[in-house]
């Protein structure tokens, strides 16, 4: 890809004024033909970004932004950016021929400078189809009927301040799994733990957590059919183990949990539950320390009540093994806080961001806003220590000492 690199005086005064985003985009290189270029790469992703944290949602409307605030960008930017707003078809084009692992490292980049990971460190890790980058009709049709697959972004979200530490959109619709391998590639990973649900969890993935100096927490499910079994038949043994359980009720939602932890033991008796399961486990997963298992009691919540009168009950268990020895009450706190990446994550980015909606999928286009988003999103998660939503986008829209404090103006 032929490139040129931004030219100091495309970022003069930026420097001055908008110090963190400054810092990540001073080395990037500009796909276009420098003759032709009239607003700098710098000016597009600041009118893109800007424009997601001010509730815009697609192209065109930040084509709007940049026409109704341009007043204000040249104050950011400095005059040096023109008189003349950046247009929607400059936008688009641009991010359609712009390499997506540019976008993707500046995130990586920035989360970085907000948030050091450590012992106490959660990333839970998942996968987010981009529904509108495909047909609806199409999504159930086998490829060769011409079906069709939406892009997949996997996130890795550092559940206590809503930051997303990295990201990488799929380059071939539906593979999840090169996209996990890009990200924990991404990662300094020193000293926290990694939680990932059971569409992910594989030895390769744990030894890659482990490679960069992490820990893990995988959920196991019926794709990892042997493991379920020898992990069934660990909290199946009854009195020839020893458990840490933890007990918890949710009355609002007719919930109950217990959780189960047992200490893995190359050296205990062979039998059912104890040594020879212990030690298949241990030379599949590496580094393997303890198993968990979570079994949930739910009511409904419409109060459905079961043959004999009494309220219908669901049940239902899952495993998870982990390189790290923790108690039940820690296996419950992670459990539970892994869902952060979708309950506060994923549905902020439906919701507030619109990234369901985006049917934009044109060269590297989807690649990229989705990048975009996530970078938006941790610029006002940084300033509010939690993941976005559209209260905070109202606020940036609005309130200019609220712009200066998430772009480090004051």
């Given amino acids: 890809m032929s490139s040129t690199r ?20 001073s080395n990037l290189k500009d796909p276009r033909d420098k003759s032709k270029i009239k607003h700098s790469l710098t000016t597009i992703l600041f009118v893109c970004l800007s424009g997601y944290m ?32 950046t247009s929607h078809d400059t936008l688009g084009r641009v991010l359609q021929k712009l390499k997506p692992t540019i976008i993707e490292e500046l995130l990586t980049q920035f989360s970085g400078t907000r948030t050091t990971l450590n012992n106490e460190s959660h990333i839970a890790i998942d996968g987010k189809r981009n529904l509108g980058t495909a047909e609806n009709r199409r999504m159930n049709l086998a490829s060769n009927a011409g079906g069709q697959q939406p892009y997949t972004t996997v996130s890795a979200l550092a559940v206590g301040d809503g930051l997303v530490m990295a990201a990488h959109t799929s380059e071939e619709p539906g593979s999840e799994h090169d996209c996990v391998d890009t990200v924990l590639k991404a990662l300094d990973l020193r000293g926290a733990m990694v939680t990932m649900d059971a569409g992910n969890a594989y030895p390769k993935f744990a030894k890659s957590i482990l490679d960069g100096k992490g820990q893990y927490l ?45 200490i893995l033991d190359k050296e205990r008796e062979s039998g059912h539950g104890t040594g ?80 369901d909606a985006s049917r934009a999928k044109s060269g590297f286009i989807a690649q990229n806003l989705a990048s975009i988003r996530r970078f938006a999103n941790n610029m006002l998660a940084s300033i509010t220590g939690r993941a976005s939503n559209m209260t905070d986008q109202m606020k940036f829209s609005l309130d200019f000492e609220f712009r200066k404090k998430v772009l480090g103006l004051d």
């Fill in 6 to 25: 931004l030219q100091p005086e495309d970022l003069a005064q930026f420097d001055a004024l908008v110090p963190d985003f400054i810092t990540v985009t």
């Fill in 54 to 85: 001010a509730g815009y949602k697609s192209i065109n409307s930040f084509g709007k932004f940049a026409d109704l605030s341009w007043p204000w960008i040249k104050e950011c930017l400095g005059d040096e950016i023109g008189e003349e707003p």
């Fill in 218 to 262: 995988l959920c196991i499910k019926g794709n990892n059919k042997r493991t379920n079994e020898l992990c069934a038949q660990i909290f199946d043994a009854g009195v020839n183990r020893m458990y840490d359980t933890e007990n918890q009720v949710v009355k609002s939602r007719k919930d109950e949990r217990e959780v189960r932890v047992a």
């Fill in 276 to 355: 020879e399961c212990d030690r298949e486990l241990m030379s599949h997963w590496p580094d393997l320390k303890c198993i968990v298992e979570v079994t949930r009691k739910r009511g409904t919540r419409t109060g459905q009540l079961n043959n004999n009168g009494e309220l219908a009950w669901s049940y239902h268990t899952v495993k998870f093994v982990c390189s790290k020895i923790i108690n039940a009450r820690q296996a419950m706190k992670l459990v539970r806080e892994h869902w952060h990446v979708e309950n506060k994550l994923h549905w902020t980015l439906d919701v507030s961001y619109g990234e």
